[in-house]
């Protein structure tokens, strides 16, 4: 089993974070039974590097489909660390943190593809705002609908309405509201949280706060954290010029399962932790 360590709370203090700024910038993923989404995936990073100094880390998450040695096969560059049994996506996603190197860090899912001047269009921004602490991009599905990737928090309300299919039916102001659908999605502008499917985080600020929270097993570990960014006064920030295409696999909603579950139990903490919200 690989060790994981316990979050910091100051990047100054903690052993282990490696050496700031020998990278531009570490791409960390977490996969796990990704071998289809893999290559596509690390393709579209090393593909547009550029003049960038780019670290990519992958933790496999105990998978059986061959994703490791399709990895150390395929892309020997990649840091690659194997878990020999399961553990949660923020505490997978801490550890490759810790081990990262990068002036900024961008958290990068397995099924996602970079579009063509992603990467640099992300480091660019961070470098000329100061006060973004995490930024996110412009993503489509597949079919190139736009997916809606920054939102306000979630309140009780939203939660219900997605979660009874009612958005399929019928969009209310509230709900539209939480995905800012009236807002169109092509310019820079301060949000609530953006997804964290492509989530680019400034080192200072993310060892400062705390690392993500592992005791969200998956999901709401990003709006979590960008919640915490902004009560400790930093921004958010959705970058439209930096596009993804993300399949957007939303596991948790294929009928009633353990990540169904874990999802519940997600929603239940964060509330606790930062106050209900009704609509």
Request: with cysteine; aromatic share 12%.
């Amino acid at each position: 089993m690989t060790h994981i360590e316990q979050p910091g709370k100051c990047y100054a203090k903690c052993e282990g974070l490696g050496s700031l700024g020998q990278f531009d910038l570490s791409v960390c993923i977490v996969s796990h039974e990704s071998r289809s989404d893999l290559p596509a995936c690390l393709e579209s990073v090393y593909d547009q590097v550029g003049k960038l100094a780019v670290e990519v880390i992958l933790v496999d998450n105990a998978s059986t489909d061959g994703s490791a040695a399709f990895v150390a096969a395929a892309f020997p560059q990649v840091r690659l660390v194997v878990n020999s049994n399961r553990r949660g996506f923020a505490a997978n996603l801490n550890h490759a943190l810790r081990l990262s190197q990068g002036h900024y860090i961008l958290s990068l899912n397995p099924d996602t593809v970079l579009l063509q001047g992603a990467l640099e269009t992300l480091v660019t921004f961070m470098d000329v705002t100061p006060d973004a602490a995490v930024a996110g991009c412009k993503a489509f599905y597949p079919d190139g609908r736009l997916q809606y990737t920054c939102r306000e928090f979630p309140s009780v309300a939203t939660i219900l309405w997605r979660w009874l299919h009612l958005d399929q039916v019928y969009l209310p102001h509230f709900y539209r509201r939480f995905l800012l659908q009236d807002w169109p999605h092509d310019e820079v502008r301060q949000v609530d949280w953006v997804l964290g499917a492509c989530m680019i985080l400034r080192r200072e600020p993310i060892f400062e706060i705390g690392l993500f929270d592992e005791a969200f097993y998956m999901y709401y570990e990003d709006i979590d954290v960008c919640y915490r960014f902004k009560q400790h006064g930093f921004a958010v920030y959705f970058v439209p010029d930096a596009q993804i295409i993300h399949k957007y696999h939303r596991s948790s909603a294929r009928g009633f399962n353990r990540l169904t579950i874990e999802h519940i139990k997600s929603i239940v903490r964060y509330f606790r932790k930062h106050g209900i919200r009704i609509i």
